[in-house]
């Protein structure tokens, strides 16, 4: 897995699973933290659309990155995850981890 950045936008491309995590995959998550004032409001869109396969530690690691950024003041929003994601959250039962995401 990797993650790219460009403006507001993290992009994620390959698998986000178990296997498909390195630690610089973490380090960089982390490092994009840093760079998110507190209570400053900020949006953050995660594009989804190159994600081939998720399973349920890459979910939950999305999950705690996502909860991270807000409680640094950043409001997380997926967007562009395909059928086979939405599926793998839903079977997970993750609904409501990420609800009001696309």
Known sequence: MKICTKGDVKYIRGDLTRSGIEQ??????????DKVSFGSGNRIRID???VHTADISG??????WMQCARLRG?????VNM?????????????????????
Request: charged share 10%; glycine share 8%.
């Open 59 to 64: 979910l939950q690691l999305l999950y705690v």
């Open 48 to 50: 989804c659309g190159g």
């Open 24 to 33: 610089d995959v973490i380090n960089s998550l982390s490092h994009s933290l």
């Open 74 to 78: 950043a409001e997380s929003e997926l």
């Open 82 to 102: 395909s059928a086979n994601m939405q599926n793998t959250i839903h079977a997970m039962g993750l609904e409501h981890c990420f609800a009001g995401n696309s």
